[in-house]
């Protein structure tokens, strides 16, 4: 009887131990097991240099976030996946991360382009979805956990031509005609009907309205056909190649307009603005941040710092002026949102993000309702003084100067742009 | 849009310059295409891994692009045996080049462009050279060098490889595996080896066209894929195999794009010049100068 009572006992024991050893085993699983980060982003195609600089960017605030104890206990990892600048890779690459990798929680990737066919897919799985550079994405989905970095404010299409037609406004005399041109593309398509509501609201009158297929090779028939238009402003929306190309055909065609710019993608990028040297000047175009007096913001030094010599080893842009400290800031949004709600539940995170104005490496950020910042602050720049194809001097105060908004204005615009030294 | 004299005339002039860089891409097309039945599409690829020589021999020492370029030609010319050599073994020996080979092809042209993103990174490149910049003006013309430069180059390298194909000995050999192999083969020519010198030597032009393309505009992997669709149209539409129809057919798309886009709009040039295509198919179905 004993025996029997002592050999249950043990078993008991025995099966007490193994629970407990479970249990604790699996705890420290749960506490070890990684958030996952999930998104895709263009590392290779047209997009791939700010796609790869934004990922350069998103590395440094995991690394920065797992040494100090990661996010909620657990340290972050990112899941990612090549779009290759190609929209149509998009929707499977979101239902990946979201059905098989069961990521946590999602970034977009970068461009208005390959973050539209995301959204059905994060809508279904209502994700927090925070837009890396888009224009109006979120303008017929409504989506209330959609947030966008870039900084358009809540009328996204006015936004990116708004501060190229208030600076050029302060020409004199002041113009009276403007010549409208873009890609072919959503991107250029929004900044231009954007260009055309302003223009008439202004009561400019458009000489030249047209768009060019973005396998252009050669622009100069495009830039002739404007200059027989006889346009005070032209407005350029582009991608880096096209901006490269009709940049070079607006010097070889000697150009006669007050004031020539807009939205032109690649003039932010360390490769163009290298390559172009003295062509860029007197161009008005946008941007985000410049090394200019009244964008020092906290940590904004530091983080360029860290990405500048990643950027050159990868083969990234050089200066890292224009996605890579947005795409940080996302990241210090989406970690800030965890940790202050203490859960990865979206409808929480969301609410939060909704609520709360960030300090970020950009700046104080605060979202409207549909996800865009409340104030605009899309910067119009104009390049002033360069000479040579020497990088160093795009550090410098002085080659960028900001010419529109008022707040973070650093100086007034020159015009006309043909009598610019080139 | 009004059309004007001078404007005409400088669209016109833009479009011969284009076509001559048309032409200097779509060479090798014409070599491996028209005469050799081996479709190519990975050709464009080839003329990116020319524009990334240039590109590192300008960067590294200064040279100027179309100077690297022709001294890159042995080695695109060695490129283009290997390939072919592979080709015949695995594909065309066995019958199997229709579809198989074309895959293969495919498969090249992801490799090229994945090997080149992992080498150089996915930012644009760009070369400098002392012409690049300065445009010609007489009267309402401009020639900006950066185009003029390439298309006379080109010009010079059509009437080469066309004083070639006529004129020695291999040339006319290939000419004649293109229109009969056996023939050749009872002429005691061995036609995989005229056939692999033709193939390397439309590999070898990649390495000028390449140079050219980075002079024109900034240059990143991917942009290859841009050019397949044209450089198969102006094969077609000059005729497989004729030289001086390419030439013909490379200006005449140049101009109608550059007309186009001029007066009717960008957004249009390339459904014209498509449709310009189809039109002369249908009327000459061997294309402007093609037997």
Known sequence: MWSKAHSTMRTSLLASLIAIATSLFAVAASAAEPIKIGFGMALTGGLAGNGKAALIAMQIWADEVNAKGGLLGRPVQLVYYDDQTNPATVPGIYTKLLDVDKVDLVMSGYGTNLQAPAMPIVMAHGMTFIGLFGLAVNDQFHYDRFFQMQPNGPNAKLSLAQGFFEAAMTAKPTPKTVAIVGADAEFPKVATEGARELAKKLGLKIVYDRSYPPATVDFAPVVRAIQAAGPDLVFLASYPPDSAGMIRAVNEVGLKATVFGGGLIGLQFASLKQQLGPLLNGIVYYDLYVPAPTLNFPGIAAFLAKYQPKAVAAGADALGFYLPPFAYAGMQILGGAVEATKSLDQKKIAEYIHHTTFKTVVGEIKFGPDGEWVEPRILFVQYRGITGHDLEQFKKVGTQVVVYPAQYKSGDLEAPFSEIKH | ?291
């Open chain 2, 1 to 291: 849009m009004e059309i004007s004299l001078d404007l005409l005339l400088s669209a016109i002039m833009a479009g011969i310059l284009l076509g001559g860089f048309y032409a200097a891409v779509t060479v090798g097309v014409s070599i491996s295409f028209g005469m050799l039945d081996i479709v190519n599409i990975a050709h464009p690829a080839f003329i990116i891994l020319g524009s990334y020589a240039a590109y590192i021999l300008n960067a590294s020492f200064g040279l100027d692009p179309i100077l690297a370029a022709f001294l890159m030609l042995p080695v695109f010319y060695a490129l283009g045996a290997a390939i072919y050599q592979i080709y015949h073994l695995v594909f065309e020996r066995r019958g199997d080049e229709a579809l198989r080979g074309l895959a293969f092809f495919f498969g090249l042209l992801f490799i090229t462009e994945v090997a080149l993103v992992l080498v150089f990174g996915v930012d644009y490149r760009f070369v400098n050279a002392a012409y690049v910049g300065i445009t010609l003006h007489y009267g309402p013309i401009d020639l900006p060098l950066r185009m003029l430069v390439p298309f006379a180059i080109s010009i010079l390298l059509m009437i080469g490889l066309q004083l070639f194909l006529s004129c020695s000995f291999i040339g006319r050999a290939i000419q004649a595996v293109s229109q009969d192999r056996l023939a050749l083969q009872l002429m005691a020519a061995n036609p995989t080896k005229i056939k692999r010198i033709a193939f390397a030597i439309s590999i070898a032009t990649a390495a000028l066209a390449g140079a050219f393309l980075i002079i024109i505009q900034p240059v990143e992997p991917s942009i290859g894929r841009d050019y397949i669709g044209r450089v198969f149209a102006i094969c077609v539409l000059g005729g497989l195999g004729s030289f001086p129809g390419l030439v013909a057919a490379a200006l005449l798309l140049g101009v109608v794009e550059s007309v186009t886009s001029t007066f009717y709009g960008p957004s249009w040039a390339p459904a014209v010049a498509f449709g310009f295509l189809l039109l002369t198919l249908a009327l000459r179905p061997a294309g402007l100068m093609g037997r």
